[in-house]
């Protein structure tokens, strides 16, 4: 077998190689190669909380509408200061005003009222506080939870930590991929990277009691976050 026809059995190999184990590569490259994907999951306990809740008042004019959802969030804003929140911890949404109307077949619409709403966002980072303040928001009333969220202090130290997995991973399969076929890895070529970090906070799970219909259970739950970097690694 001649210089030539190795070089392109070598190249054909690589190629192949290349084509299954990280088939969203388009370039094309002239020199043996292996490409792969690194990833990684963590998953770690909750330790905060985002809550976004909402309240929406019907009431038969604008003004008594706005004076109602502005009274709910402000006795709202005074139970998060009495719990030690910060207000930078805390997002409040401005007023949403909308007429009401009564429709009734082959007559004119006629306005019933309005309905105002106002949400808000809390970072909620003593987490043992979260059933109390919840309770406390529909005491004043606070009328809907849209969602609550967990995530983690540390967050930024985690998505680092998954980042470094996965970077492990791509070299790792890289060397296990060139062994088996009895090559050795030179180097990086080149590395694809996208900020697109995966994390998935899980959702506080509310349950009624079987012993009570109007009560509710929270159970904490974790976070997931995963990461992926693609490589291309020359072959010696």
């Given at each position: 077998m001649t210089l030539l026809t190795k070089t392109f059995a070598l190249t054909a190999f690589?190629?192949?190689?290349a084509f299954a184990a990280l088939p969203s590569f388009a370039a094309d490259y002239d020199f043996p190669h292996i490409e792969t994907t690194g990833t990684s999951e963590i998953v770690i306990d909750a330790d905060m909380a985002?809550?976004?809740?909402?309240?929406?008042?019907?009431?038969?004019?604008?003004k008594a509408a706005k004076d109602a959802s502005d009274k709910a969030i402000s006795q709202f804003l005074s139970r998060l200061k009495q719990a030690g929140v910060d207000k930078h911890?805390?997002?409040?949404?401005?007023?949403?005003?909308?007429?009401?109307?009564?429709?009734?077949?082959n007559e004119p619409a006629?306005?019933?009222?309005?309905?105002?709403?106002?949400?808000?966002?809390?970072?909620?980072?003593?987490?043992?506080q979260l059933n109390d303040l919840l309770d406390s928001a529909l005491e004043q009333g606070i009328n809907r939870v849209n969602s609550i969220e967990l995530t983690s202090s540390k967050r930024a130290d985690f998505i680092e930590?998954?980042?470094?997995?996965a970077i492990e991973d791509a070299k790792?399969?890289?060397?296990?991929?060139?062994?088996?076929?009895?090559?050795?890895?030179?180097?990086?070529?080149?590395?694809?990277?996208?900020?697109?970090?995966?994390?998935?906070?899980?959702?506080?799970?509310m349950a009624a009691q079987a012993d009570n219909g109007a009560a509710e259970s929270y159970q904490q739950g974790?976070?997931?976050?995963?990461?992926?970097?693609?490589?291309?690694?020359?072959?010696?």
């Amino acid at each position: 077998m001649t210089l030539l026809t190795k070089t392109f059995a070598l190249t054909a190999f690589t190629s192949a190689l290349a084509f299954a184990a990280l088939p969203s590569f388009a370039a094309d490259y002239d020199f043996p190669h292996i490409e792969t994907t690194g990833t990684s999951e963590i998953v770690i306990d909750a330790d905060m909380a985002v809550v976004n809740i909402e309240v929406i008042v019907d009431a038969p004019t604008s003004k008594a509408a706005k004076d109602a959802s502005d009274k709910a969030i402000s006795q709202f804003l005074s139970r998060l200061k009495q719990a030690g929140v910060d207000k930078h911890d805390i997002e409040s949404a401005n007023l949403s005003l909308h007429p009401q109307y009564d429709y009734q077949k082959n007559e004119p619409a006629k306005l019933k009222g309005y309905q105002a709403s106002r949400r808000m966002t809390i970072t909620v980072k003593q987490l043992e506080q979260l059933n109390d303040l919840l309770d406390s928001a529909l005491e004043q009333g606070i009328n809907r939870v849209n969602s609550i969220e967990l995530t983690s202090s540390k967050r930024a130290d985690f998505i680092e930590q998954a980042r470094q997995a996965a970077i492990e991973d791509a070299k790792q399969k890289a060397k296990s991929l060139a062994k088996g076929f009895d090559k050795k890895v030179e180097g990086v070529w080149q590395v694809r990277y996208y900020d697109q970090h995966s994390i998935q906070p899980m959702q506080y799970k509310m349950a009624a009691q079987a012993d009570n219909g109007a009560a509710e259970s929270y159970q904490q739950g974790q976070v997931t976050i995963s990461d992926r970097v693609e490589v291309v690694f020359k072959l010696k």
